[in-house]
T-cell receptor, first 115, second 110 residues
Framework: DAGVIQSPRHEVTEMGQEVTLRCKPISGHDYLFWYRQTMMRGLELLIYFNNNVPIDDSGMPEDRFSAKMPNASFSTLKIQPSEPRDSAVYFC?????????????FGAGTRLSVL | DAKTTQPPSMDCAEGRAANLPCNHSTISGNEYVYWYRQIHSQGPQYIIHGLKNNETNEMASLIITEDRKSSTLILPHATLRDTAVYYCIVRATNTDKLIFGTGTRLQVFP
């Protein structure tokens, strides 16, 4: 399996623009997680899905952020409008819950710079 | 989830065993101990997890004390490629969230 695939790897945009980050989870996995990592706040969970349904979005910073999972093989994280403080590395992870274990596998991340 | 305490940084000579400690004194009976690591500019990588018994896999060993209040991750023969931030996380079986702390930055030197 190719693992969790994220695109783009790098994104540079100007303040006010819409940004869409994409994630393809590992085939067969039923959970998908979106994280954000910054030097100041470390690795934070933004939202996660189970069977394409959002379960917990308490980590989403504000209404400018939205996430969707239209099918089991694709998810997007959208920021509209983007702000310089959104600059961070965004990771997607997927997992399969088996007998109480839920090991997450992470993608390589998208480095976002908002100018 | 229970909080964990890890030293901010450690050094280890290449070829030696790296022993990374973690305190989780408020861990509950249904909480597992998970270890992940993050090599620079990469996504976190799962290493190992355990509940009560010691565990070993191809990457590392996990030693959990009898009272479960602390654990140690052991990399038996550290290499330069093991230089990374290592995260110790406790997670209950009834939740799917991982809460990452600040971890231990392990530097393996030649």
């Amino acid at each position: 399996d190719a693992g969790v695939i994220q695109s783009p790897r790098h994104e540079v945009t100007e303040m006010g623009q819409e940004v869409t980050l994409r994630c393809k989870p590992i085939s067969g996995h039923d959970y998908l997680f979106w994280y954000r990592q910054t030097m100041m706040r470390g690795l934070e969970l933004l939202i996660y899905f189970n069977n394409n349904v959002p379960i917990d979005d308490s980590g989403m910073p504000e209404d400018r952020f939205s996430a969707k999972m239209p099918n089991a093989s694709f998810s997007t994280l959208k920021i509209q409008p983007s702000e310089p403080r959104d600059s961070a590395v965004y990771f997607c992870a997927s997992s399969l819950r088996v007998l109480g274990k839920n090991i997450q596998y992470f993608g390589a991340g998208t480095r976002l710079s908002v100018l | 989830d229970a909080k964990t305490t890890q030293p901010p940084s450690m050094d280890c000579a290449e070829g030696r065993a790296a022993n990374l400690p973690c305190n989780h004194s408020t861990i509950s009976g249904n909480e597992y101990v998970y270890w992940y690591r993050q090599i620079h500019s990469q996504g976190p990588q799962y290493i190992i997890h355990g509940l009560k018994n010691n565990e070993t896999n191809e990457m590392a060993s996990l030693i959990i004390t009898e009272d479960r209040k602390s654990s140690t991750l052991i990399l038996p023969h550290a290499t330069l490629r093991d230089t990374a931030v290592y995260y110790c996380i406790v997670r209950a079986t009834n939740t799917d969230k991982l809460i990452f702390g600040t971890g231990t930055r392990l530097q393996v030197f030649p």
